[in-house]
């Protein structure tokens, strides 16, 4: 069964280092997700995609974060600098776009510990 | 905009039992979609069942099924014949009709299974 692949799982760091997060969608999968799941919380949208192009980044603190899915496939997050409260999960979604409703597939997450 | 709530942050029920978790929420969207998500610990995400709001009839899935009252932005989630493997976080979630299709989450449940 096709799944939403996210390295690394898991992911230490100092504050005011770079860290930066992969995620591989389900083969066809139009549209792209980055939520941010703060421990003991829902996750939250940082970042939306439709192919390579951002459909919604309101919540993306742009001063430190960026995403890019260059080729419409694979996708980047990346902070920098880290600070300690982006100790986080950072989950990956996917679904086909297109369809109101769509099913939105998780990917496994990267746990994030900024010390 | 979308908010949704979660007013049980923690539930326990034995095993075999029927178990009923409580989600409300509020959407400006004349068309909207609703989920429930489990997340069972150390493991990604997954739909469980999914709501259409002008569906009026609830829908189920096996053991799982929901009661959608519109008009009181109540969406519950009723669990019957409880498994060990039910024992998992339980998110809510609402999503806008296309265009918007942004998931909003609950703080989400802690449900555990007792033996």
């Known amino acids: 069964e096709a799944e939403v692949a996210q390295s690394p799982r898991y992911k230490i760091t100092e504050k005011s280092q770079a860290v930066a997060f992969w995620c591989d969608p389900i083969?066809?999968?139009?549209?792209l997700y980055w939520y941010r799941q703060i421990l003991g919380q829902g996750p939250e949208l940082l970042v939306q995609?439709?192919?390579?192009?951002?459909?919604?980044d309101s919540q993306l603190p742009k001063d430190r974060f960026s995403a890019e899915r260059l080729k419409g496939v694979d996708s980047t997050l990346k902070i920098q600098p880290a600070e300690l409260g982006d100790s986080a999960m950072y989950l990956c979604?996917?679904?086909?776009?297109?369809?109101?409703?769509?099913?939105?597939?998780f990917g496994p997450g990267t746990r994030l510990t900024v010390l | 905009a979308q908010t949704v709530t979660q007013s049980q942050p923690e539930m326990s029920v034995q095993e075999a039992e029927t178990v009923t978790l409580s989600c409300t929420y509020d959407?400006?969207?004349?068309?909207?979609?609703l989920f429930w998500y489990k997340q069972p610990p150390s493991r990604q995400m997954i739909l469980v069942i999914r709501?259409?709001?002008?569906?009026?009839q609830n829908a189920t899935e096996n053991r799982f099924s929901v009661n959608f009252q519109k008009a009181a932005k109540s969406f519950s989630l009723k669990i019957s014949d409880s498994q060990l493997g039910d024992t998992a976080m339980y998110f809510c979630?609402?999503?806008?009709?296309?265009?918007?299709?942004?998931?909003?989450f609950g703080t989400g449940t802690r449900l555990t299974i007792i033996p």
């Open positions: 979604a996917s679904s086909l776009g297109g369809i109101s409703g769509a099913e939105q597939f």
């Open positions: 083969s066809g999968h139009a549209t």
């Open positions: 995609f439709q192919d390579e192009s951002v459909v919604d």
């Open positions: 959407t400006s969207e004349s068309n909207y979609y």
């Open positions: 709501q259409e709001a002008y569906k009026q």
């Open positions: 979630a609402s999503l806008g009709h296309f265009g918007n299709e942004k998931l909003t």
